[in-house]
């Protein structure tokens, strides 16, 4: 299948779906800077609990003899400044509780002599580094070819990955960001590949005298679902990354497989009885439900929630425009999230479960967008005018 009659099934994909041949066309940084401390050995006999905030500048010189024993746990706030000259003998006993916050600058003269005896517990609070969960999708570039684009969760830090140098289409990542997955027409059929982010490294996974297309990762990177031609009739089959034992899981007129986390379930759709209904299977086959279980309505492109919990999927019921709805794992629990009055499509759960980001057609072309699960929150993450954005139902990497 050429490069172009595929964006063209894929822009008029919802509705050659609901007549049976749908096609899917489907980080801020948290700069948290730890402290550093050194503790002293001695002998301990006492609890000194909280949490210590400040800086501590000074000399001690002199010649302080004692012990402390006790709990300390105290508050002292401000800033004490001062010089201390002398030798300090004796012993301090009692509690005080609460927290020190402050800075303590001076000069202490003097020698200390003596043994520190306790536990020291608190704690350190601060921002750890990172980047924003990761969006993957194609685009069209002005060589005519599709490339792989990522970006952050809000929108920002778009780049292209992958190999630039062909038409890459449908890409999915895996949680831990090193492994990319597609579809690509560099052969005389649609074929699957892996490769690193940067396209130097690829693998030509499954190779078949077929269209191989739709593939999807699961999010611990073992595992590959997608839709081929291979036995003679379109079915949904399930490889590890490495391209090796692959099972057929379903056949017939299925679309849009996606995986759970760690690869051990398969959703898709089917309209081998009629409507679009949303199936789940266990990847090696067994154990088919149907989860729609509705004939009076159409729905596709499911995806699994990170935890496993949710599904995410889009449904036209009595319409034809595409709604973003979500159910429970087990078809329960059905809900309509938004109704954009556009179509829909390609949704997948942000790592944390709370928004969706999915394709939308407002009229003007497809652009990834986002929203909340309870239906709030819209997001445009792409709006190149004139220019189509294309995602895959596979998941956001954390």
Known sequence: ????????SIASSIALFVAGAFVVGCGGNNGGVGGGGTASGGSSGGLTTGTTTG???????GTTTGTTTGTTTGTTTGTTTGTTTGTTTGTTTGTTTGTTTGTTTGTTTGTTTGTTTGTTT????????????????????????YNIHKMNLDGTSNSVVGNASFSNFNPSIDGAKTMLVFETDRNPFVQVYKSNLSGSTETHLASSSSDDDQPVVSLDGTQIVFRSGRNGTPG???????????????????????????GSLVLYSSTNSGPAQIFKVNADGTGTVNLSNDSSIDDFDPA????????????????????????????????????????VQSPSFSPDGTRIVFMYDDGTGWDICSVKTDGTGFLRLTSTPGVDEFKTNGFIAP
Request: aromatic share 6%.
């Open 55 to 61: 800086t501590t500048t000074g000399t001690t010189t």
């Open 1 to 8: 299948m050429s490069k172009k009659s595929q964006a063209v």
């Open 304 to 343: 699994f929630s990170h935890d496993g919990s949710k599904i995410c999927f889009v449904r036209i019921a009595q319409s034809t425009v595409a709604r973003l709805w979500i159910m429970n794992a087990d078809g329960s629990g059905q809900a309509k999230v938004v109704d954009l009055g556009g179509p």
């Open 122 to 145: 608190g704690s350190t609070t601060g921002g750890g580094g990172g980047t924003q969960p990761q969006v993957v999708y194609s685009v069209l570039n002005n060589s005519s070819l």
């Open 236 to 262: 949904i089959f399930v490889m590890t990354s490495g391209g090796t034992g692959i099972t057929q899981v379903a056949s017939g007129f299925v679309e849009a497989p996606s995986l759970n986390a760690n």
